[in-house]
């Protein structure tokens, strides 16, 4: 599938500002990829299918879950978690990415997972910093992804733990995987 058909397949599967929000991952991805190193047409290609799955049916993701029997753990946890699995998933089936990094920048780009690598990293943190994103912190992140990547996705990661906590919402145990081995990784 050439990338013009493939974003506007994505692009039918979510409301607009879902798209908007697509759109700015993928600027903003192509700039952390320049910025520390990792390819940014990998980059941008994951970002375009990272949400894909977003607003499909919550039976939809279910089964496509269940059908690819490799994360099945995930649907005893949030269902916000689960449109990056059935993404990743589908992205391989019907529209022909084979690439294992970009499938795995689609697959952890919520969750995030131990070992995370550079284009997982880069795609995680595009995702929550993208222009659109409005949250208390967004802005610290900002500044500090401007040179060290790591330590911005810690302080994403303590966010997006507090707000879970304060939701009183169960955590996937790659997410608290994900930031303790980041946390290992700086001084
Ligand atoms: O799909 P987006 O809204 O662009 O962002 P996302 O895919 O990073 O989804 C984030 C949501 O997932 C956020 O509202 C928190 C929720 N969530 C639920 N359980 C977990 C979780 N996020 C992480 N990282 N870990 C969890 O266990
Ligand atoms: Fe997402
Ligand atoms: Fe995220
Ligand atoms: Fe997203």
Do not use: C
């Not at 879902?18 to 952390?32: E, F, K, P």
């Amino acid at each position: 599938m050439d990338l013009e058909t493939l974003i506007a397949t994505v692009r039918e599967q979510m409301p607009e500002r879902r798209w908007v929000h697509t759109q700015g991952v993928m600027g903003t991805a192509v700039i952390l990829a320049r910025r520390f190193g990792a390819d940014p047409a990998k980059a941008e290609l994951a970002a375009i299918l990272h949400d894909v799955a977003k607003f499909w049916k919550v039976d939809k993701m279910e089964a496509a879950i269940r059908e690819e029997g490799l994360f099945t753990d995930v649907l005893n946890y949030d269902k916000e978690l689960w449109h990056a699995h059935a993404g990743a998933y589908i992205s391989r089936r019907d529209y022909g990415v084979e690439d294992d990094e970009v499938l795995g920048a689609i697959r952890y780009h919520t969750s995030g997972r131990e070992g995370m690598t550079l284009l997982e990293k880069v795609v995680w943190l595009a995702d929550l910093i993208e222009p659109g994103r409005q949250f208390p912190g967004v802005d610290d992140i900002r500044s500090v992804a401007e040179n060290d990547l790591d330590e911005a996705l810690v302080a994403g990661f303590d966010t997006t733990l507090g707000f879970l906590m304060e939701k009183k919402k169960k955590i996937y145990p790659l997410t608290v995987l994900a930031r303790n081995d980041l946390l290992a990784g700086i001084k």
